[in-house]
């Protein structure tokens, strides 16, 4: 389904929750899964263990070829149901409290002055989501990993193939094995040579004891490397863009008061619901969701974005109020998979956006929304370059 407006999700999706909220939908392998599209329908189906996340499920509904081959060769927990992937996710929990990711604060902020510094000297206009929207991201979860960002050109096209809906199948799995490879040396090399880092307390703490094979902690790192940058990087360049659409709020970000800038993350996490190709399931039993029967084995795309937008739940939901109350959006996913990484970005977008629009005053989009790059063919949402100008840097 096509988006008509580049802010909003396909009308097709509106009129399935006003009119059928639990419907089949025919998919690239011909296949028809059920297309949940209501709010508290899609937080059923994601609280209902008997839905599988695992690709090789019957009737689990796939992205696109490239995406099941890329899920099927390089398996992460966010592909396997419990007890494998809470045993999983369970080694990887200390490193995302609140506690913890706020001692990255330091990291975050001066990330953010370094990239703004380097900005400000560019020849306008300036690609966004190149100078700034993609890197910071990118930087942190590296550090946070122990992944040299000097490799970043390597990884970032490989990710990009992979969350690629249009790449084929062949194409997915090369990237995979690439990144796969590359982060297999890096395990060994922390084997080698430990360092302050997450993949190395990995190797000291689960490797050598047991508890997890080298191979294990690579398809992590993949997990968080990948899920970890494309993410809130999409979130910084269409939600700055939609910022730039709503100057008034704009400015209220620009104050900086915390309680405001974190309501504003939410707001636009609910309104842009960057990873927008739908939650995907598998019965394993009959279980009924919104009045229908959904038999075992078959499949169920549990639509995010359609569940932020439901009227059901939120008042107005297609304008941005950042002051909205009661935002319990599903933009990280709800559930057992819930984003693990989710305080992190939370970090990560609350500095960045008052502190770009700080720096920019009059920041605004070099080009007509029209000759914007959207990215309709990826399973994170966002925009592939966002030329900007400005007059005055502060
Ligand atoms: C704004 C940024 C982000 C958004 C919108 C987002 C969204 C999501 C969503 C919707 C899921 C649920 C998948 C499912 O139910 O199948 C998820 C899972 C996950 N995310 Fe994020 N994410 C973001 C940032 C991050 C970051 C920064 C990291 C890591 C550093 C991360 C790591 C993960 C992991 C590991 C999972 C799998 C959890 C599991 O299966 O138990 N994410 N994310």
């Excluded at 508290?40 to 796939?62: E, I, K, M, T």
């Excluded at 913890?100 to 330091?106: D, F, H, K």
Aim: hydrophobic share 40%; net charge negative; proline share 7%.
């Amino acid at each position: 389904m096509a988006r008509e407006c580049p802010f909003d999700p396909p009308a097709e999706v509106r009129a399935l929750r006003e009119e059928s909220p639990v419907s089949r939908v025919r998919i690239w392998d011909g296949s028809s899964p059920w297309l949940v599209t209501r709010y508290d329908d899609v937080r059923a189906v994601l609280a209902d263990q008997r839905f599988s996340s695992d690709v090789d499920s019957p009737g689990y509904p796939a992205t696109s070829a490239g995406v099941k081959a890329r899920r099927k060769e390089s398996r992460s927990f966010i592909a396997m149901d419990d007890p494998d992937h809470a045993r999983y996710r369970k080694m990887l929990i200390g490193e995302f409290t609140v506690r913890r990711t706020e001692s990255l604060r330091p990291l975050v902020e001066e990330t953010v002055t370094e990239l703004l510094d380097a900005m400000e000297t560019l020849p306008q206009p300036v690609d966004l989501v190149e100078a700034f929207a993609l890197p910071l991201p990118s930087m942190v979860i590296c550090r946070m990993l122990g992944v040299p960002y000097s490799d970043h050109g390597f990884f970032q096209e490989h990710s990009k193939a992979l969350l690629d809906v249009t790449v084929r199948a062949d194409a997915a799995k090369h990237a995979n094995d690439e990144l796969r490879g590359y982060l297999a040396e890096l395990v060994a090399a922390k084997e080698r040579e430990p360092g302050d880092d997450l993949l190395s307390r990995l190797v000291e703490r689960r490797i050598h004891t047991g508890e997890l094979t080298a191979d294990d902690a690579v398809g992590m790192a993949f997990l968080l490397l990948v899920a970890g940058h494309e993410t809130t990087a999409n979130m910084i360049g269409l939600g700055t863009l939609t910022l730039l659409r709503h100057p008034d709020q704009a400015a209220e970000i620009r104050g900086g008061d915390p309680a405001t800038v974190a309501a504003a993350v939410e707001e636009l996490l609910r309104l842009l619901t960057v990873v927008h190709t739908g939650r995907r399931r598998a019965a394993t039993e009959d279980v009924e969701i919104g009045g229908v029967l959904i038999r075992a084995g078959e499949g169920v795309i549990a639509a995010g974005e359609s569940a932020n937008r439901d009227p059901g739940q939120f008042a107005n939901p297609d304008e941005l109020d950042i002051h909205r109350r009661g935002n319990h959006h599903v933009a990280f996913g709800f559930g057992v998979h819930q984003c693990l990484g989710q305080p992190l970005a939370r970090l990560e977008l609350q500095i960045a956006y008052p502190a770009l629009l700080r720096r920019f005053p009059d920041l605004r989009p070099a080009v007509p929304v029209e000759e914007i790059p959207f990215r309709d063919e990826m399973v994170v949402y966002g925009v592939h370059a966002l030329p900007v100008r400005w007059d005055t840097a502060v």
